[in-house]
């Protein structure tokens, strides 16, 4: 292959889509085990190669040069053949961190900065944060005296910032550090791009601090790296343009609003027009337990039903590119919600009372109007866009795609 990207697992990468958004349609995935490192390298059967977990360091030794910089952090994830067929080594996550930092406005320059893990993303942020004139830098590692218990002793530290798997797909739920023990933060990154926005991003966004998730330190370092694959020069604007359609395209459209409001019709045409699937959290619930919502809550009662809908939920809420379809009671447990916002723009839709679909909705049976008063402020609470479905529902989805497309949430 002439560009592409190698390391140990990739199922889930978007490199070759960013990389065709640059205009580089040729770029590819390899798996490799790492006893195919060396002749690999050895054939120089490529023009530019990206490396990934967990070869970033094994590579450096089998290169014919490596830039000051990544020979500095010991660590490569770029590697460009060139003329003359010698391999040369880069560190474009450098470069990424960076674009990351500018992205969230997390600002390093005389900040005490925590690194959660010591891989090589570490010592790249590292260098990063040195350069940035940081007044000092801790590493926290599982093994060490500065380990994942005691580094909340570090009250003063300003800037936080993930390099560590943990909070990262499949394995969402999972959050490295609780932000709000670190009273002086000014600012949390973190490197993992799926979830769009991670545990640790979301906790500390609640506690009104600037933070970002990875896909802006993703993109930026494949544009250094498609500079350097090309020897050319990706003007702002086009790197701009690419981190903005693949933030739009791993999204999900997460609706939610009354029982009978529309949402599984609207939703499926909104999965129609903007090419992505289409879950309905009750039509999972039924499929996968063998029982309708309703049937779960006549025969085992609304708390077995809302139990059992989370842990569909979390599954859904774990996808990247889809639009969900909630119940209209998915928002009365909290961690649901937490959940599909990580990748998700919640969208409400509303419609009057009393052209509310009310068969076979046993919680309904009482009255619309005593549910919805009790679930309205979670609605709004909830919802980053409310769209009226009081008419044709093609017409709805597509009001609600051209809202989305001209929001810009931050990662």
């Known amino acids: 292959m002439s560009f592409g990207l190698i390391g140990a697992k990739l199922g889930h990468s978007c490199s070759p889509r960013i990389h065709a958004l640059l205009g580089n349609g040729d770029y590819r995935l390899l798996e490799l085990d790492e006893s195919a490192l060396g002749k690999f390298f050895a054939a120089r ?38 003329p003359d067929g010698c391999l040369i080594g880069y560190n474009t996550d450098f470069d990424g961190f960076q674009a990351l930092c500018a992205y969230a406005g997390v600002e390093l320059s005389g900040k005490r900065v925590l690194i959660l893990g010591s891989g090589g993303t570490s010592q790249t942020v590292r260098a990063a944060a040195e350069a940035a004139g940081a007044s000092e830098i801790r590493t ?18 300003e800037v936080l910032v993930n390099t560590t798997p943990v909070g990262m797909f499949p394995d969402n ?39 970002s998730g990875g896909l802006p330190m993703l993109v930026m370092q494949a544009v250094r790296a498609h500079e350097l694959f090309f020897g050319c020069k990706v003007e702002p604007q086009t790197a701009a343009r690419v981190l903005q359609t693949i933030a739009d395209e791993r999204a999900d459209y997460v609706l939610i ?12 045409l909104l999965a129609e ?48 590119g889809a639009v969900i379809a909630c119940g209209g009671g998915t928002v009365t447990r909290p961690e649901n ?8 723009t919640v969208i409400c839709l509303t419609r009057p009372l009393d052209a509310l679909a009310t068969a076979d909705r046993p919680l309904s049976a009482d009255g619309v109007a005593h549910l919805y008063k009790a679930r309205r402020p979670l609605y709004e609470a909830y919802a980053d ?6 008419g044709d529902p093609a017409q709805t989805a597509r009001e609600i795609l051209a809202r989305v497309r001209n929001r810009k949430e931050p990662l």
Request: hydrophobic share 40%.
């Open 173 to 211: 739920d999972g959050c490295p550090a609780d932000p709000a023990r670190f009273p002086n933060l000014a600012g949390v990154l973190d490197v993992v791009y799926n979830p769009l926005r991670t545990e640790l991003v979301a906790r500390a966004r609640a506690l009104g601090l600037p933070a």
């Open 45 to 82: 059967d490529f023009r530019g190669i990206n490396v990934t977990i967990p070869y970033k360091r094994a590579v450096l030794p089998l290169l014919d040069q490596v830039d000051e910089r990544a020979s500095r952090i010991g660590a490569v994830n770029t590697v460009v053949r060139g």
């Open 257 to 268: 609003g009354m029982p009978g409001c529309g949402k599984t019709t609207v939703g499926t």
């Open 385 to 390: 866009l409310t769209v009226e479905n009081d």
């Open 337 to 344: 919600m937490r959940r599909l916002c990580r990748n998700g």
């Open 273 to 320: 027009q903007s090419g992505r699937r289409f879950f309905d959290l009750d039509a999972e619930i039924a499929a996968r337990s063998g029982r309708t919502a309703a049937e779960w809550i006549r025969t085992r009662g609304e708390d077995a039903f809302r139990a059992y809908e989370s842990e569909v939920c979390a599954s859904l809420a774990a996808e990247s």
């Open 140 to 157: 926290v590692s599982r093994s060490g005296a500065l380990n994942y218990e005691t580094m909340y002793g570090l009250r003063d530290t």
